[in-house]
């Protein structure tokens, strides 16, 4: 029998990037705790497809067509949602994309690109939910944050700069709108192998040093995610707000040295 303190059964859930990878995972493990899920996503195609091969659980999967760097768009997505399920009780803002170069190439259009999704839409999205969280008196954000706002990475410099706008979006969300019971989280993972990323860690150099830095010595998998994402949307989180919680294998802990080969 699974603690009523960590029920999320009967919640509706609001996962932005929802059609793949982290934001996949999230959303299929609240929708297997029975929670009303709505994915959101660029590419209705996808979405519907996502929702269609669900496995059935006590509410089927929805949908919502949306572009985050579209603040027209996260309205009508946010208010179609509290139409058609009465309310928001979660939002994990997961939609976000990056683009790996040295800092000097980077065209004001792609810097504008991650800027656009990864910060400006995550905080017009946490803007039009937060307001219905603030109207009915409770809530739960769980913004998706970044190893790379512990220790900047190389080649990533408009990424890391954006998630680390995030972590203080997260901070100064949760000053304001704890008094109206409404908390405001962010879980940061570390190296997570996705689709995405899976070209990038086929190099065995990358793949060594990993296992190296990381204390766990192991790759991540988006399913090391999802236990914080519903822990942070559970009862059992209630006293906790403008948190920054890393599910990084330990990375972020030290830093490791060949101590023992000396």
């Not at 706008?165 to 901070?171: A, C, K, V």
Request: aromatic fraction near 6%; charge should be neutral.
């Amino acid at each position: 029998m699974t603690s009523k303190r960590f029920d999320v059964s009967n919640r509706t859930v609001l996962v932005s990037g929802g059609s793949r990878g982290i934001g996949l995972a999230i959303a299929r493990a609240f929708a297997s705790e029975g929670a009303r899920v709505v994915i959101s996503g660029r590419n209705e195609a996808t979405l519907a497809a996502i929702c269609e091969a669900a496995d059935p659980t006590p509410f089927a999967m929805r949908y919502q067509t949306c572009d985050v760097a579209d603040p027209e768009a996260i309205a009508a997505c946010v208010g179609a949602v509290v139409a058609d399920c009465g309310g928001i009780d979660t939002l994990v803002n997961c939609a976000g994309v990056n683009k790996r170069m040295p800092a000097l190439d980077y065209t004001p259009a792609e810097y504008d690109q991650i800027m656009d999704i990864n910060l400006r839409g995550a905080f017009f999205m946490a803007q039009a939910v937060g307001r219905q969280m603030v109207a009915q008196g409770s809530g739960s954000l769980i913004n998706i944050d970044s190893l790379s706002t512990h220790a900047a990475l190389s080649q990533v410099a408009p990424y890391s700069m954006s998630k680390s706008g995030l972590s203080n979006m997260t901070r100064a969300l949760a000053m304001e709108w704890g008094k109206h019971g409404v908390r405001v989280n962010a879980v940061a993972p570390g190296f997570i192998l996705t689709e995405l990323t899976e070209k990038l860690w086929s190099s065995p150099k990358l793949r060594a040093w990993h296992q190296t830095v990381t204390p766990l010595r192991r790759m991540g998998a988006v399913e090391d995610l999802v236990g914080t994402a519903l822990f942070l949307a559970s009862p059992a989180a209630s006293f906790l707000t403008g948190q920054v919680i890393r599910v990084d294998g330990g990375i972020s802990a030290g830093l490791s040295w060949p101590i023992d080969e000396a």
